[in-house]
């Protein structure tokens, strides 16, 4: 399953990415084991931002991207889109212990062109 944003991140700027986890009961989680990955559609990492650890997650965390995590690949297209990978593992008092999670969340980088 994928997430999409409405609001696209500028090319360069800041961005921030807020996920928030619930378990099956749709209570709010905070995960064992939090960890995330920007990509490319084609799985090519950017800025190497892989598997990057948040060492204690709570049930809502933001994710910052800023400066060359948000550069564009090809400076001839006007937007790119872009895969934030987070994957965790959580307690659910219906599922179990050590649930997996993997959810892809995409977002659109624009280029916006300074005036010539």
């Keep these: 399953m994928s997430i999409n944003l409405t609001t696209h991140a500028v090319e360069k700027s800041v961005y921030g990415i807020t996920?928030?986890?619930?378990?099956?009961a749709g209570a709010s989680?905070?995960?064992?084991?939090?960890?995330?990955?920007?990509?490319?559609?084609?799985?090519?990492?950017?800025?190497?931002?892989?598997?990057?650890?948040?060492?204690?997650?709570?049930?809502?965390?933001?994710?910052?991207?800023?400066?060359?995590?948000?550069?564009?690949?090809?400076q001839a297209k006007g937007k790119e889109a872009r895969l934030l990978i987070i994957s965790a593992t959580y307690d659910d008092a219906v599922l179990g212990n050590d649930c997996p999670l993997r959810e892809e969340i995409c977002f659109v980088v624009e280029n916006r062109r300074e005036a010539v």
């Design 19 to 24: 996920v928030s986890f619930f378990d099956s």
């Design 29 to 74: 989680v905070a995960p064992k084991t939090l960890t995330w990955s920007l990509t490319d559609t084609e799985g090519a990492v950017i800025n190497s931002l892989k598997d990057v650890v948040i060492s204690t997650p709570a049930s809502t965390e933001t994710i910052v991207l800023k400066g060359d995590d948000l550069q564009m690949i090809d």
